[in-house]
């Protein structure tokens, strides 16, 4: 990999930044700035020791530094430069760090990069081990590939969307966890992570196209195998997983709230019937009754109102940690104070120096090197110069390019 003067500069200051011990540690990434999943994707990178230098649009960058951080969670771990990569200027300046580094990532349409400049070739004749990761949600080809969207778009075009919701209702669109963050930048820091792996060996860069629909369909690639196979149906509601079964399912407590059950094993299952008082219903009765699927309305409404009769709580406090496969369904303040999240550390300040704020730590958790969560940069271009001149640019270079406005 390569090592920076960036890196060991950083590496040697005190600050917050200089505590690198991931698996990762020793990579440099060059994030051209995107939004929302390219964020994600260099976050998950940098929370695992990667150094990642963003290059935010000079039009961004502030006249007058503001007083306080104001970027979120998925812009931690980083620091920023401003450039105008309108300019020819501009461009070089990006050129010559993607010389020095060994990732390059970015999230525009094909084809926009290579009118930049920075595109691919370009930056592979400049760095041949490098590795340039593109994130879009059509892809690199193919029909929709210059169309706009957004995740709900694309996770509409896998068949997810129209999978989840209720029996005889509309599609819910699923927040935008399947495109955005999983099926995009986690897919991008994945394929990343195995280009990284691979150019140790053979020394040649490459290029990962990490699209958002072929990143749902890898997840979604089990219920398509399920519906080849009949054992999924076009109609929300009625399938296994879908909110059709009596066992894997969320009811309504006593109080208005929600609890999850999801026991499919058989002992499993039993645990639940017994706890519930539904062992000897005849409804339940039988060795495959479980798994027919004429009688899971009529079991639903059971549980039903079984789950109707005490409050989530007192659910909880008879099921919660059995082997029951039960859970509370928790609101986002609920699931921050968990005692199970609590106890894992899971949760961390957003802004360490002022304990404030919150976001979730570092994972996956490594056992020799863990990654770490390290504050990001206090505004677009905050570190433009620390950047430059960590990677060789002269005090008078960077003071022309400033002035020509390729940088800011």
């Given at each position: 990999?390569?090592?920076?003067?960036?890196?060991?500069?950083?590496?040697?200051?005190?600050?917050?930044?200089?505590?690198?011990?991931?698996?990762?540690?020793?990579?440099?990434?060059?994030?051209?700035?995107?939004?929302?999943?390219?964020?994600?994707?260099?976050?998950?990178?940098?929370?695992?020791?990667?150094?990642?230098?963003?290059?935010?649009?000079?039009?961004?960058?502030?006249?007058?530094?503001?007083?306080?951080?104001?970027?979120?969670?998925?812009?931690?771990?980083?620091?920023?430069?401003?450039?105008?990569?309108?300019?020819?200027?501009?461009?070089?300046?990006?050129?010559?760090?993607?010389?020095?580094?060994?990732?390059?990532?970015?999230?525009?349409?094909?084809g926009v990069a290579e009118r930049l400049g920075v595109g691919p070739d370009v930056c592979l004749a400049r760095n041949p081990r490098?590795?340039?990761?593109?994130?879009?949600?059509?892809?690199?080809?193919?029909?929709?590939?210059?169309?706009?969207?957004?995740?709900?778009?694309?996770?509409?075009?896998?068949?997810?969307?129209?999978?989840?919701?209720?029996?005889?209702?509309?599609?819910?669109?699923?927040?935008?966890?399947?495109?955005?963050?999983?099926?995009?930048?986690?897919?991008?820091?994945?394929?990343?992570?195995?280009?990284?792996?691979?150019?140790?060996?053979?020394?040649?860069?490459?290029?990962?196209?990490?699209?958002?629909?072929?990143?749902?369909?890898?997840?979604?690639?089990?219920?398509?195998?399920?519906?080849?196979?009949?054992?999924?149906?076009?109609?929300?509601?009625?399938?296994?997983?879908?909110?059709?079964?009596?066992?894997?399912?969320?009811?309504?407590?006593?109080?208005?709230?929600?609890?999850?059950?999801?026991?499919?094993?058989?002992?499993?299952?039993?645990?639940?019937?017994?706890?519930?008082?539904?062992?000897?219903?005849?409804?339940?009765?039988?060795?495959?009754?479980?798994?027919?699927?004429?009688?899971?309305?009529?079991?639903?409404?059971?549980?039903?109102?079984?789950?109707?009769?005490?409050?989530?709580?007192?659910?909880?406090?008879?099921?919660?940690?059995?082997?029951?496969?039960?859970?509370?369904?928790?609101?986002?303040?609920?699931?921050?104070?968990?005692?199970?999240?609590?106890?894992?550390?899971?949760?961390?300040?957003?802004?360490?120096?002022?304990?404030?704020?919150?976001?979730?730590?570092?994972?996956?958790?490594?056992?020799?090197?863990?990654?770490?969560?390290?504050?990001?940069?206090?505004?677009?271009?905050?570190?433009?110069?620390?950047?430059?001149?960590?990677?060789?640019?002269?005090?008078?270079?960077?003071?022309?390019?400033?002035?020509?406005?390729?940088?800011?």
């Amino acid at each position: 990999m390569t090592q920076s003067r960036f890196v060991s500069e950083i590496n040697d200051s005190p600050s917050p930044r200089s505590v690198v011990n991931g698996p990762l540690s020793g990579v440099t990434v060059l994030e051209l700035a995107g939004i929302g999943a390219l964020p994600f994707g260099a976050m998950m990178l940098a929370d695992m020791g990667a150094d990642v230098i963003r290059v935010d649009r000079a039009a961004e960058v502030p006249l007058e530094p503001p007083a306080q951080r104001g970027r979120s969670a998925l812009d931690r771990g980083r620091l920023s430069i401003g450039v105008d990569l309108k300019t020819k200027t501009g461009v070089e300046t990006v050129l010559r760090l993607v010389e020095q580094v060994d990732v390059l990532v970015e999230s525009n349409r094909p084809g926009v990069a290579e009118r930049l400049g920075v595109g691919p070739d370009v930056c592979l004749a400049r760095n041949p081990r490098l590795v340039y990761g593109r994130l879009t949600g059509w892809g690199q080809d193919g029909p929709l590939a210059q169309a706009a969207g957004h995740d709900l778009n694309y996770v509409s075009l896998t068949g997810a969307v129209h999978s989840i919701g209720p029996a005889g209702g509309a599609p819910v669109p699923p927040l935008q966890i399947l495109g955005d963050f999983a099926g995009g930048g986690m897919l991008l820091a994945y394929g990343v992570a195995c280009a990284l792996v691979e150019v140790s060996r053979s020394g040649r860069g490459q290029v990962v196209d990490a699209a958002m629909v072929d990143g749902v369909m890898a997840i979604m690639g089990i219920y398509y195998s399920m519906a080849n196979g009949g054992m999924w149906t076009e109609q929300r509601g009625t399938n296994l997983f879908d909110g059709g079964s009596h066992f894997y399912n969320v009811y309504e407590t006593a109080d208005g709230r929600y609890v999850s059950v999801a026991p499919v094993e058989p002992q499993f299952y039993a645990l639940l019937l017994e706890a519930t008082g539904l062992e000897s219903d005849p409804d339940f009765t039988g060795a495959a009754s479980q798994w027919d699927r004429a009688r899971w309305p009529v079991m639903r409404a059971k549980l039903a109102a079984v789950f109707a009769t005490r409050t989530r709580d007192e659910w909880c406090a008879l099921l919660e940690g059995t082997d029951t496969c039960f859970a509370p369904v928790l609101t986002l303040g609920e699931a921050q104070t968990h005692p199970h999240t609590v106890a894992r550390s899971t949760l961390v300040p957003l802004d360490p120096e002022t304990g404030q704020g919150i976001q979730v730590t570092a994972v996956p958790r490594f056992s020799r090197t863990p990654g770490s969560v390290r504050p990001g940069s206090h505004h677009p271009g905050a570190d433009t110069d620390e950047v430059l001149s960590a990677h060789g640019f002269s005090h008078d270079e960077i003071a022309s390019l400033r002035s020509s406005g390729a940088i800011r």
